[in-house]
């Protein structure tokens, strides 16, 4: 039988690379066991149990990870903190003129990238998987696809002047 202790040490050691908090990573090590139960012969050889959780624990938490990324919230500015405070006249200005600066960079664009930047701006909900279905690319090229756009973008807008 096995080492239920032993086997969650070693996966909670996997997991460190991760940098998940100690509870998230045992909740990962947790749903990583409780998927082996739900789905009884899924491992075939009971020697690489280990091996089986510590992978399976693995894709938790990058999709863990995947996930909260996604729902952190952006902070707060000092403005936004004040009730019945809003941003400056001058704030509003320039907020407004870095707007038009970046969409007019994002309009010299190739098609997919202005796509891209398009979607990430106004559907940040979306997967890599999702993406790459609206842009008609592989999910694999997604993030290569998003740091070619974000470098070209970047080179576009020192060009104009926005360091």
Do not use: F
Request: charged share 30%; aromatic share 4%; with cysteine.
């Amino acid at each position: 039988m096995w080492d239920v202790k032993a086997v969650s040490a070693a996966v909670l050691g996997a997991l460190k690379t991760y940098r998940l908090t100690e509870s998230d990573a045992h909740d990962v090590c947790q749903d990583a066991w409780l998927e082996l139960l739900r789905a009884p012969g899924v491992l075939r050889d009971e020697a690489k149990l280990g091996a089986w959780l510590t992978t399976t624990a693995r894709r938790r938490a990058v999709r863990m990870i995947t996930r909260n990324r996604r729902e952190n919230p952006r902070p707060l500015r000092d403005a936004e903190l004040t009730p019945g405070v809003g941003p400056t006249p001058e704030a509003v200005v320039v907020r407004a003129e870095i707007d038009r600066a970046l969409w007019a960079a994002v309009d010299l664009l190739p098609d997919v990238h202005r796509r891209l930047m398009w979607l990430l701006a106004h559907r940040p909900e979306l997967s890599y998987a999702q993406l790459a279905g609206e842009l008609g690319i592989s999910p694999a090229s997604v993030g290569r696809l998003r740091r070619r756009c974000l470098d070209r973008l970047g080179r576009i807008l020192e060009k104009g002047g926005w360091a």
